[in-house]
């Protein structure tokens, strides 16, 4: 149980495009979902949490507009990065909670490579 | 302010050792506390997590870890490494200010030598 998925895997886009990436819940009702950033050989820096039909918390320093993220169901939450730039070139990944409970369960990643 | 380190960035170990990687936090409440690992490419597995109740935890693969309130620290242990253990092993904290967003330390890479 808690399964956790990401689509599409990989992903590789022209500056200036958008691209759009999915977090899904399989098996259990995803309260919250979080979006996080990671760079090679680094951490995981948390980008901002959503919660099922409210807009989105964004951390400090990662721009709204940028990363439009849209928790529209108990199982679905995307992050579009739009007019994406070489340096949005990371490892992206979701996770999710429910209810009251701690514990996040992770997506597998997106790698986004902007060329 | 809350923080996490995990004060080695590498460690080596030989197939069959044991293990320990350390893991210190600063935090005002009462954490929350996750070991997650990730190999090359992939997303997080959680190891084991601590809430409270007994202060040595079990995990999977093998693992544990123990909670030391006096010295801020989560430590994980394996008493015997298996070259599959090998990958990026990241500590996090939740709870208190964070709500429930978890601030992740920077990891620790294993390597494991024959």
């Known amino acids: 149980g808690a399964v956790v998925s990401q689509h599409p895997s990989r992903v590789i886009c022209k500056s200036g495009t958008s691209v759009k990436i999915e977090c899904r819940s399989l098996?259990?009702?995803?309260?919250?979902m979080f979006w996080y950033r990671q760079f090679p050989k680094q951490s995981l820096m948390l980008m901002a949490t959503?919660?099922?039909?409210?807009?989105?918390?964004?951390e400090q320093g990662v721009e709204k507009d940028k990363f439009l993220i849209n928790h529209a169901s108990l199982t679905l939450s995307t992050l579009t990065v739009t007019s994406a730039h070489p340096e949005d070139s990371s490892f992206y990944i979701c996770?999710?909670?429910?209810?009251?409970?701690?514990?996040?369960?992770f997506g597998p990643g997106t790698r986004l490579t902007v060329t | 302010a809350q923080s996490v380190t995990q004060p080695d960035i590498h460690i080596t170990v030989s197939e069959g050792a044991s293990l320990e990687l350390r893991c210190n936090y600063s935090?005002?409440?009462?954490?929350?506390l996750f070991w997650y690992v990730q190999s090359p490419g992939q997303g997080l597995q959680l190891l084991l997590k601590?809430?409270?109740?007994?202060?040595l935890v079990q995990g999977i693969k093998g693992f544990e870890a123990e909670f030391k309130r006096s010295q801020s620290s989560f430590n994980l242990r394996k008493p015997s490494v298996h070259w599959s253990d090998a990958a990026e092993y990241f500590c996090?904290?939740?709870?208190?200010?964070?709500?429930?967003?978890?601030?992740f330390g920077k990891g620790t890479s294993l390597l494991v030598t024959p």
């Open positions: 935090y005002g409440a009462t954490p929350y």
């Open positions: 959503s919660n099922e039909g409210s807009k989105a918390t964004y």
């Open positions: 996090a904290v939740g709870g208190g200010n964070s709500g429930y967003a978890l601030n």
């Open positions: 996770s999710a909670k429910t209810g009251a409970l701690y514990e996040q369960y």
């Open positions: 601590y809430f409270s109740g007994d202060t």
């Open positions: 098996d259990f009702q995803a309260t919250t």
